[in-house]
């Protein structure tokens, strides 16, 4: 199965209904593990505004299920 990781690259990319859009970076990852993994660097790099992994069906992984997945635990 394929995941996909897009976030925002921080910069404003185009207008749309005055309002500024950010420019959405993805990228493509294989195995589960090496998504999640990635996914988890981006988020403790704190350098972008939103991150979505999504499976190859389109299924955005979410809340808990992906908390527990990246290894957060509530403290």
Do not use: K, W
């Not at 199965?1 to 921080?10: A, E, L, N, P, V």
């Not at 990852?29 to 660097?41: I, T």
């Amino acid at each position: 199965m394929t995941y996909r990781i897009f976030y925002s690259d921080g910069s404003a990319g185009a207008i749309t209904g005055g309002c500024e859009a950010e420019t959405s970076l993805v990228e493509e990852y294989r195995p589960e593990p090496e998504a999640l993994g990635r996914a988890r660097e981006l988020l403790e790099a704190g350098e972008h505004d939103a991150i979505s992994v999504r499976d190859s069906s389109g299924n955005v992984l979410y809340g808990v299920c992906l908390q527990l997945r990246l290894g957060f635990l509530a403290e």
